[in-house]
């Protein structure tokens, strides 16, 4: 709908109009002059003083001096009373012309045909002056009301914006749609941001016992109107109608008249109790407004039209109350992760602290020769590696972790990466193979120490996967634009059903014996990596049995390379 | 190059020199640990728990070695490593959280010699603060005739030449500016902003990259096993770092 629907409607003044005095309430209010019945009697005392004034001088007066006096008369009636006083004056003008003015005088005879002329020539122009009088004093009088409505819309627009807060807009809507429309209570629902669910946003009745839509079917119907975006109400009988989806809230007739051709009678032609207007912004639903009375609603074109414009305003309403609470929602999220943020570098430090602690102290007294100490050492530096990889799991997760991809050479990288897992990997084999092409360096593009982090993932899963007596191969090679570590294992290899879920966080293997460490985070994180600098990181069977994994990043070529320096 | 240091300077094995190192750690534990894994390295040990404190100490008693804690609550980190290297030579080794990667290089450019991250064993702070104390009081100084020898390298300088187990081992000019810079610094962490400027002179850019290209090469000829390089120490995402093992 548009607020500018109302004001092709008022092409036909019709019979309702109001006054114009503007009191809230009062608007819409059927068409009657509330000019006393003293003035009617006034009036009619007047055409008859004149008439008798007249009568004392008939014989020197000729037709057009009386026509002239009695047209005086009338249209003063009409002007200051109405079109009913006038023609009413008019047709007794008439004939108190013909029975006292025109031979034979106190007969219904006319002898002159001209005389007719007269006749007929005088009513005619009481009549059609009656009537441009009362036409002229009607436009007035709906441009006058038409300007109380534009006021109080664009007073109601002003206090919208203004109020402080979008709850309280939306609370002034309602009282200001009660009292326009002249209705016990008003009630505006808007739909939750991301949800389905309906609630109730603003309320406003003359008191807190008249009955809202309590009953359970019209909480219902306040469900349907949101859903379909039609109209409904619900008669004085308790029983609901819904307006035909065909005719929706949108076309051009004023509310409910389109029901009118769906229903033969209409909606409002039954008496109702409540009505559900959908309110939409932009072709969307953003809510409903609903309007009751306990003893029937009573809407008249003038007051739809006005209800249609202020369901506008609920319907901007509702949307700015969603609108804020959007930005709060945001603004909650931002809070929540600096939080988070706060809390893990909290962990991190408190943790960390007491750890070093430990650790050390059990490394003091395992040198003394304590086996006992060696454990709680071990056990300090497990329980440290799953706090880093929990805060490295948490930190990727939440998009914080920043790579920061750059030339590297890949032996470097096994290097480091072997010096890193050495004091875990004691007494293990681990073959490495590096394919060169000559005496080219393998050169690609990646973090290193991200793509460290991930390639010591994979050795020390391979290392706590597979027997002891197997060795671990580490292989580099270029692989078309791709840079591919391989580390291959022994072990019992992932059966078909698990190769997804392998990279999955807190993933362990059903068959991980239990004292393998680690909370399955290792592969997540390595995969976490190595895709957020473009590589990525897959798992293939091996022949022979065994596993697979490989970390590809982008290879780069060094072809300008002046190795002679 | 030839080091200038006398050639009477060849103390070998020296029994430990009387040597000072502050710790500058706002939590008491850590100072605990710090001084029970550093006695018998350190004839005494100054503790600072503020960042402001460390500073005055380091200027008053000149420590031969300073232990500095990233995480104190009074000061940024990098800005107290600056303000000890302007009033004191001595090493700094830095304890860190691994998280703080990318805070490293800044550090050592700010002047920080090494880093240990949190939790370390006393095993591995004590071999760091050892290395340093002995370079720093000039135990690791080159032979007479000026040359280093490490395992079955020997490199001189002031030929120069390279041997690896008796056989000549031919350096472009690149990779021989490179190694003096490395073991000019023995033993500390060398960015690779900072072997750039060594090596090429001022500036950044492309030819960066090419700093890893030149340490593989000169791995390829120093290293026993190039992929498992005993000499020349990658420091993950800040440098490298050349390193002696001590003379027996």
Same mark, same amino acid.
């Given at each position: ?6 004001s ?6 019709g ?6 005095t ?11 002059? %509330?000019?006393?019945?003293?003035a009617?009697i ?27 006096v009695?047209?005086l ?6 002007? %200051? ?7 009413g ?5 008439f004939?108190?012309? &013909? ?7 106190g ?20 009549? *059609?002056a ?14 006058q ?46 739909r939750?941001?991301? %949800? ?14 008249s &009955?809202g ?14 859903? %379909?975006?039609?109209?409904a109400t ?23 008249a ?7 009678e ?6 109702s ?11 969307r639903?953003?809510g ?10 009573d ?7 006005v ?48 750890l ?6 059990a ?53 480091a990466a ?11 084999? *681990?073959?490495?193979?590096?394919s ?5 360096p ?7 120490? &991200?793509?460290?982090r991930?390639?010591?993932?994979l050795?020390?899963?391979?290392y ?6 197997s ?16 580390v291959? &294992? ?23 014996p239990?004292? *393998?460490?680690?909370a ?23 022949d ?19 190795t002679?320096? | 190059?030839?080091?200038? @240091? ?17 710790i ?13 894994a550093l ?61 703080a990667?990318?805070e490293?290089?800044?550090l ?30 000039? @135990? ?26 008796g ?18 610094h ?12 060594a ?10 990259? =090419?700093?890893?290209? =030149? ?7 120093l ?15 800040v440098? =490298?770092?050349?390193v ?5």
């Amino acid at each position: 709908m548009s607020i500018f629907d109302w004001s092709r409607s008022r092409r036909s003044p019709g019979p309702s109009v109001s006054d114009g005095t503007g009191a809230v309430g009062s608007l819409g209010v059927p068409p009657a002059h %509330h000019v006393g019945g003293i003035a009617v009697i006034g009036w009619i005392i007047a055409l008859i003083a004149v008439t008798a004034g007249m009568l004392a001088v008939r014989a020197r007066l000729n037709e057009a001096h009386v026509a002239l006096v009695f047209l005086l008369v009338i249209l003063g009636a009409s002007a %200051h009373v109405g079109r009913t006083l006038g023609l009413g004056l008019a047709t007794a003008a008439f004939l108190l012309f &013909d029975w006292y003015f025109l031979p034979p005088y106190g007969a219904l005879i006319i002898t002159n045909p001209l005389d007719w002329v007269v006749l007929i020539a005088f009513f005619g122009t009481s009549a *059609v002056a009656a009537q441009l009088l009362y036409r002229a004093r009607a436009q007035a009088d709906a441009a006058q009301a038409r300007t109380v409505e534009i006021d109080r819309l664009a007073v109601l627009g002003a206090e919208t914006l203004n109020a402080g807060r979008a709850e309280e807009a939306l609370l002034a809507v309602a009282a200001v749609i009660r009292g326009t429309v002249g209705v016990d209570w008003c009630e505006v629902y808007m739909r939750e941001p991301g %949800h389905t669910r309906i609630v109730l946003a603003a309320r406003s009745s003359g008191d807190q016992a008249s &009955d809202g839509p309590s009953v359970v079917a019209e909480g219902q119907l306040v469900h349907w109107v949101a859903e %379909h975006g039609t109209e409904a109400t619900v008669l004085m009988d308790g029983t609901s109608r819904v307006a035909s989806s065909l005719h929706g809230f949108d076309g051009p007739s004023v509310l409910g008249a389109s029901i009118a051709q769906s229903e033969g009678e209409g909606m409002f032609a039954e008496p109702s109790r409540v009505l559900f207007l959908p309110l939409r912004v932009r072709d969307r639903i953003v809510g409903v407004l609903t309007i009751g009375a306990a003893m029937g609603l009573d809407l008249s074109a003038s007051r739809r039209r006005v209800l249609r414009a202020l369901s506008y305003y609920a319907a901007l309403g509702v949307e700015r109350v969603r609108l804020v609470r959007d930005a709060e929602h945001a603004e909650a999220l931002r809070q929540a992760d600096q939080l988070k943020n706060a809390v893990l570098a909290s962990v991190s430090h408190d943790l960390r602290t007491p750890l070093t602690t430990i650790k050390a102290l059990a490394n003091a007294i395992a040198a003394s020769g304590d086996a006992r100490a060696a454990t709680i050492e071990e056990e300090a530096d497990r329980l440290n590696g799953f706090v880093e990889n929990l805060l490295d799991l948490s930190r990727i997760q939440a998009g914080g972790h920043r790579s920061d991809p750059g030339p590297n050479e890949a032996e470097d990288l096994v290097g480091a990466a072997l010096q890193r897992v050495s004091g875990r990997t004691a007494g293990r084999d *681990v073959i490495v193979t590096v394919s060169t092409d000559g005496d080219a360096p393998l050169v690609g593009r990646f973090d290193f120490s &991200d793509t460290l982090r991930a390639l010591v993932n994979l050795l020390e899963n391979a290392y706590k996967y597979s027997p002891a007596a197997s060795p671990i191969e580490l292989s580099v090679c270029r692989e078309a634009q791709w840079l591919a570590f391989m580390v291959a &294992d022994r072990g019992r290899g992932v059966p078909d059903a698990e190769r997804d879920r392998i990279f999955q966080p807190f993933y362990r293997r059903p068959d991980a014996p239990p004292d *393998v460490g680690g909370a399955g985070l290792g592969l997540s994180i390595a995969r976490s990596l190595a895709v957020a600098q473009d590589g990525s990181l897959t798992y293939e069977p091996r022949d022979g049995g065994g596993s697979v994994f490989t970390l590809r990043v982008p290879a780069l070529d060094l072809s300008d390379l002046e190795t002679n320096g | 190059m030839v080091r200038d @240091a006398p050639a009477a300077v060849v103390p070998s094995p020296s029994p430990p020199r009387p040597s000072s190192v502050l710790i500058i750690d706002d939590e008491p534990q850590i100072r605990r640990v710090v001084r029970a894994a550093l006695e018998g390295e350190a004839t005494s040990l100054l503790e600072a728990g503020t960042g402001a404190g460390g500073v005055a100490l380091a200027a008053a008693e000149h420590p031969d070695l300073i232990i500095l804690d990233l995480g104190l609550p009074d000061a940024d980190g990098q800005a107290i490593c600056r303000a000890l290297r302007e009033r004191s030579r001595a090493p700094i080794v830095v304890l860190t959280a691994r998280h703080a990667e990318a805070e490293k290089i800044a550090l050592f450019d700010a002047g920080a010699d090494d880093y240990v991250t949190k939790p370390f064993s006393s095993e591995e702070l004590r071999a760091r603060v050892r290395a340093h104390l002995r370079r720093a009081s000039g @135990a690791l100084r080159p032979e007479a005739d000026g040359s280093i020898t490490v395992g079955e390298v020997i490199i001189d300088f002031s030929v120069p030449a390279v041997t690896r187990a008796g056989s000549d081992v031919h350096l472009t000019r690149t990779e021989w500016d490179l190694l003096r810079a490395l073991v000019d610094h023995d033993g500390r962490t060398m960015t690779h902003a900072q072997l750039f400027r060594a090596v090429w002179g001022n500036g950044s850019g492309d030819a960066q990259q =090419y700093l890893r290209v =030149y340490v593989r090469n000169l791995r390829q000829k120093l290293e026993l096993d190039p992929v498992r390089p005993r000499l020349i120490v990658t420091e993950p995402g800040v440098g =490298y770092r050349f390193v002696r093992a001590p003379r027996p």
